[in-house]
């Protein structure tokens, strides 16, 4: 298992989710958030890993991966 | 020419007309340069159920947002006859009638100016990881949807 | 709202970054307004075979100038929902550096000020009764000719 | 005959060419302008008769015609 910081941006930073998290690659990291964290799934978001937007990969150690629900800039 | 590494973007607080002011006049040396065309991005007090939005409230994923920013840049480069290009994004508390968004395009001849300044804003505005926290006067919020 | 009569478009002298910037401020007040697209024409210092331009000298046929101006102003409100827009063109001397047109359009969605602003600018360019004189270190001149 | 005034501009104003002019009709003072300055024939313009771009037209006392090369603004 490797050990994953999560941040989360917009609506998301409003839902107290852990800044750290055990995992082996990206789509069951998503399910354990979702599973203990079931108001994330009000939100359309992508998941970026090190700053890149991805649907699937395997995690390492000290990734960080970002939780980004609709950008609404400008 | 475009950077050739990320620069920053980011204003704490609105951007100002004397900070455009000064862009502008920045570009007086630059005699190549025919046509200028700015974007301004100005926030709006809309009226919701809640009340009038009195300001925006803006966050990023900063060190993303400069690599894309950069990455629109270069796009933008490569596709325009381009003499310059700036970008200047607010973060933090802007207030309605202030400008939050400022996008600079220059060129010899209009074209260039005019159509790269407008896919420069279309790409913020799709890519870019920001977020706005629309605030009332009572202290409560709503985060900005944008429309699609 | 466009006005209800021709106002003057004409400046004697270069627009400065520091008009450009308290026509932003002005907006700020409208509260309502989420875009703005501003043109600016800059004076170039193309070389040709006399030497680089130093600057521009514009004459206008004025009354008709404004006529026409008024008239791309009220087609503009009709064909784009507008908060605000404003045309100034320089007279006299503008030299190369030195900016000559300022388009400046305001809406609430950034549509309809970005498309404005080009449809405005392409028409005084087509219309406007303006003619610029080319002028050389050496006190010669040649007419300005522009692009179709 | 109407006495017009003339006025030209751009590269036309720097022909010289009268302020005054007797015609009865646009086409006609058109030809004059050209036969006493053939200069302005090297020039495409049009003419404003009272501001309003026209081909053709009869002429009135006091009519203000503007000789009107191409235009260069902006």
Redesign the interface.
């Known amino acids: 298992m490797a050990l994953i910081n999560i941040?989360c941006?917009?609506?998301l930073?409003d839902l107290m989710i852990t800044t750290t998290c055990e995992a082996n690659d990206l789509s069951s990291l998503k399910l354990q958030l979702e599973d203990t964290y079931p108001d994330i799934k009000k939100y359309t978001y992508n998941m970026?890993v090190n700053?890149r937007i991805l649907t699937a990969c395997l995690l390492n150690d000290n990734d960080t991966v970002?939780l980004?629900?609709?950008?609404?800039?400008? | 020419m475009a950077p050739n590494k990320p620069k920053n973007i980011f204003i704490n607080g609105p951007i100002t007309p004397a900070f455009i002011a000064e862009s502008i006049q920045k570009h007086s040396s630059k005699k190549s340069i025919g046509a200028h065309q700015l974007f301004l991005g100005q926030v709006r007090a809309d009226v919701l159920p809640q009340g009038a939005i009195t300001g925006i409230e803006y966050s990023a994923y900063e060190t993303m947002a400069l690599n894309i920013a950069y990455q629109i840049s270069e796009d933008a480069f490569a596709k325009f006859n381009l003499t310059c290009m700036h970008i200047y994004h607010s973060l933090q508390t802007v207030e309605a009638g202030q400008i939050c968004l400022f996008v600079f395009t220059s060129s010899s001849h209009r074209f260039d100016a005019v159509n790269a300044c407008s896919y420069v804003v279309e790409r913020i505005k799709a890519e870019l990881p920001i977020w706005g926290k629309e605030l009332f006067a009572d202290n409560t919020y709503i985060w900005k949807k944008n429309l699609i």
């Open positions: 941040i941006f917009g609506p930073s970026a700053q970002a980004l629900p609709a950008y609404s800039g400008g």
